[in-house]
């Protein structure tokens, strides 16, 4: 198995996705354990001392005033962690809480929080045992971190809360460290504060969706060159030529791909010769690589902050290597707030531009001598009429979910916490729009295939024919009468989901952007 071994300078995007989603096994580095040992002495000096220290010797938040006596610190330690672990709402998926855990442990084992490295080595431990906390949707306002999701984590580092087993089953977190054979953790000075407070969460979602929407972004390459295909569309504006005068990175990587998928295409060329000539390609077919492209540079942008959040010591106060101990702002969530929101509104325009296209399919009056609804006997067959009701339906949902969340601000913490970043909510709904985009996708995919294969006498690029061969021989049924649609549209979704359009396409096509 695949071991991802933590230091001091931070993680990359592929461990984080390689522990959240495929149980790669955590190292602590030795370096790693001597910041922790060094910045915990660094702790312990200032909790010895009379002098009150911010989450060391205070209170939190809007209680920072109080100056907390030696002999309570360990209850408040514990308390802080029991009142924050106060979410509401549907369990939050296995993945994200890994990641959310994994993330929380990168910041530990920077040394800039003080923690004391056995505390860091337990949550390893847990993560390596496949015991995940049970954390809920709802309570965090993605500034002085995560909270309430972080809590219900650091819950079952004390053991305490219930978390759900390697075997999938929830039961208290007690029996399952009890079994693992780990001891839970007694808080210390400082610890239940650096367990919570960081933009793990919301990291964690970034990271992942930025990896789920590189493959979707290649996908709806594949779709747009199919669709262009179906309608009898031309090629000619994919040329490199064309798009090297306006120079975005992600307009030239997609008209790459579609014109790579249609080399060879004996469906294009007919832009004149159909029964409703024209004289150029609708937007939705002619700009696919710009609306694409731009979304593409979008995740580019993403993956920049993304990478600068993996490097960062998110916490609030911090142990700096001089030896202060100092508040700051670095939890709030705004950088990766923005990005969440910005990546659900280039989701949203492209699952629209795609359904434009199914629709146009579809359309006798638009789609140049293909049935109306791609149906095998119109009238009598409804063909692919409610697909794209369904497919309409989810763009109509992602636009709803590309309003931003971090736009949105309601003060918390007795005015104390007057600005929050709303982040965690963005990553939530934009989990949502990923997976709409796949199913708004697939409905191109189911139609478009059919569209080519309703061109009789005219051959398909052999990358398009890869596509659709290997789209039947994994259950998306093409053109004939009418039937169960359901079952076919649930195929095209897992073909899309799981890779494998990318995968059926490359092996003509060569590797896609």
């Given at each position: 198995?695949?071991?991802?071994?933590?230091?001091?300078?931070?993680?990359t995007?592929e461990d984080?996705?390689?522990?959240?989603?495929?149980?790669?096994?955590?190292?602590?580095?030795?370096?790693?354990?001597?910041?922790?040992?060094k910045?915990?002495?660094i702790?312990?000096?200032?909790?010895?001392?009379?002098?009150?220290?911010?989450?060391v010797?205070?209170g939190f938040?809007?209680?920072?005033t109080?100056?907390?006596s030696?002999?309570?610190?360990a209850?408040l330690?514990?308390n802080?962690v029991?009142?924050?672990?106060?979410?509401?709402?549907?369990?939050?998926?296995?993945?994200?809480?890994r990641?959310?855990?994994?993330l929380?442990?990168?910041?530990?084992?920077?040394?800039h929080?003080?923690?004391?490295?056995s505390v860091?080595?337990?949550?390893?431990?847990?993560?390596?045992?496949?015991?995940?906390?049970?954390?809920h949707?709802y309570?965090s306002?993605?500034?002085?971190?995560?909270?309430?999701?972080?809590s219900?984590c650091?819950?079952t580092?004390?053991?305490?809360?219930?978390?759900?087993?390697?075997?999938?089953?929830?039961?208290?977190?007690?029996?399952?460290?009890?079994?693992?054979?780990?001891?839970?953790?007694?808080?210390?000075?400082k610890?239940?504060l650096?367990?919570l407070?960081?933009?793990?969460?919301?990291?964690?979602?970034?990271?992942?969706?930025?990896?789920?929407?590189k493959?979707?972004?290649?996908?709806?390459?594949?779709?747009?060159?199919?669709?262009?295909?179906?309608?009898?569309?031309?090629?000619?504006?994919?040329?490199?030529?064309l798009?090297?005068?306006?120079?975005?990175p992600g307009?030239?990587?997609?008209?790459?791909?579609?014109?790579s998928?249609?080399?060879?295409?004996?469906?294009?060329?007919h832009?004149?010769?159909?029964?409703a000539?024209?004289?150029?390609?609708?937007?939705?077919?002619?700009?696919?690589?710009?609306?694409?492209?731009?979304?593409?540079?979008?995740?580019a942008?993403?993956?920049?902050?993304?990478?600068r959040?993996?490097?960062?010591?998110?916490?609030?106060?911090?142990?700096?290597?001089?030896?202060?101990?100092e508040?700051?702002?670095?939890?709030?969530?705004?950088?990766?707030?923005?990005?969440?929101?910005?990546?659900a509104?280039?989701?949203?325009?492209?699952g629209?531009?795609?359904?434009?296209?199914?629709d146009?399919?579809?359309?006798?009056?638009?789609?140049?001598?293909?049935?109306?609804?791609?149906?095998?006997d119109?009238?009598v067959?409804?063909?692919?009429m409610?697909?794209?009701y369904?497919?309409?339906?989810l763009?109509?949902?992602?636009?709803?979910l590309?309003?931003?969340?971090?736009?949105?601000?309601i003060?918390?913490?007795?005015?104390q916490?007057?600005?929050?970043?709303?982040?965690?909510?963005?990553?939530?709904?934009?989990?949502t729009a990923?997976?709409?985009?796949?199913?708004?996708?697939?409905?191109?995919?189911?139609a478009?295939?059919?569209?080519?294969?309703?061109?009789?006498?005219l051959?398909?690029?052999?990358?398009?024919?890869a596509?659709?061969?290997?789209?039947?021989?994994?259950g998306?049924?093409?053109?004939?009468?009418?039937?169960?649609?359901?079952p076919?549209?649930a195929?095209?979704d897992?073909?899309?989901?799981?890779?494998?359009?990318?995968a059926?396409?490359?092996?003509?096509?060569?590797p896609?952007?």
């Amino acid at each position: 198995m695949h071991t991802v071994v933590v230091g001091t300078s931070g993680t990359t995007p592929e461990d984080v996705v390689a522990v959240a989603r495929h149980n790669a096994r955590i190292e602590l580095s030795p370096a790693a354990l001597d910041a922790l040992a060094k910045a915990r002495e660094i702790v312990d000096a200032l909790a010895a001392k009379p002098e009150p220290v911010y989450g060391v010797s205070t209170g939190f938040g809007a209680l920072a005033t109080r100056h907390i006596s030696p002999d309570l610190r360990a209850q408040l330690q514990r308390n802080i962690v029991r009142s924050h672990a106060a979410g509401m709402g549907p369990r939050v998926e296995r993945e994200v809480v890994r990641a959310l855990m994994f993330l929380r442990l990168k910041t530990v084992a920077s040394g800039h929080t003080g923690v004391r490295p056995s505390v860091a080595q337990t949550m390893a431990d847990i993560l390596n045992a496949g015991i995940t906390p049970v954390v809920h949707e709802y309570g965090s306002l993605g500034c002085s971190g995560d909270l309430a999701p972080l809590s219900h984590c650091a819950m079952t580092l004390m053991g305490e809360g219930e978390a759900e087993g390697p075997d999938g089953t929830v039961r208290p977190a007690a029996e399952l460290l009890a079994e693992a054979g780990i001891e839970p953790v007694v808080l210390r000075e400082k610890e239940g504060l650096a367990l919570l407070n960081g933009t793990d969460g919301m990291l964690g979602m970034l990271v992942m969706a930025i990896a789920d929407l590189k493959k979707l972004y290649t996908s709806a390459d594949i779709t747009a060159a199919l669709s262009l295909e179906a309608l009898l569309g031309t090629a000619k504006v994919l040329a490199p030529e064309l798009h090297a005068i306006r120079p975005h990175p992600g307009q030239g990587a997609s008209a790459a791909n579609m014109l790579s998928v249609l080399k060879g295409s004996g469906l294009t060329g007919h832009f004149q010769q159909d029964e409703a000539p024209r004289v150029q390609d609708a937007y939705s077919v002619r700009c696919a690589p710009q609306v694409a492209g731009a979304g593409r540079d979008t995740i580019a942008y993403a993956l920049t902050v993304a990478e600068r959040e993996l490097a960062s010591a998110v916490d609030n106060p911090v142990v700096l290597p001089d030896g202060r101990v100092e508040s700051n702002g670095n939890f709030h969530g705004a950088p990766v707030a923005y990005v969440l929101d910005f990546l659900a509104i280039a989701a949203a325009d492209l699952g629209s531009i795609a359904e434009r296209r199914t629709d146009r399919l579809l359309d006798k009056n638009r789609s140049h001598g293909l049935p109306p609804f791609l149906a095998d006997d119109a009238g009598v067959d409804s063909g692919l009429m409610i697909a794209q009701y369904t497919q309409a339906a989810l763009v109509s949902e992602m636009k709803r979910l590309a309003v931003p969340a971090s736009a949105d601000s309601i003060p918390s913490s007795a005015m104390q916490e007057d600005h929050v970043s709303m982040g965690w909510s963005a990553a939530r709904k934009l989990r949502t729009a990923i997976d709409n985009l796949t199913r708004i996708i697939a409905v191109e995919l189911y139609a478009a295939t059919r569209g080519i294969e309703l061109r009789h006498g005219l051959t398909p690029a052999p990358a398009s024919q890869a596509a659709i061969t290997a789209a039947r021989a994994a259950g998306v049924g093409g053109p004939g009468p009418d039937r169960f649609l359901a079952p076919d549209l649930a195929a095209a979704d897992a073909f899309v989901r799981s890779g494998e359009l990318v995968a059926a396409v490359e092996p003509v096509t060569g590797p896609l952007a």
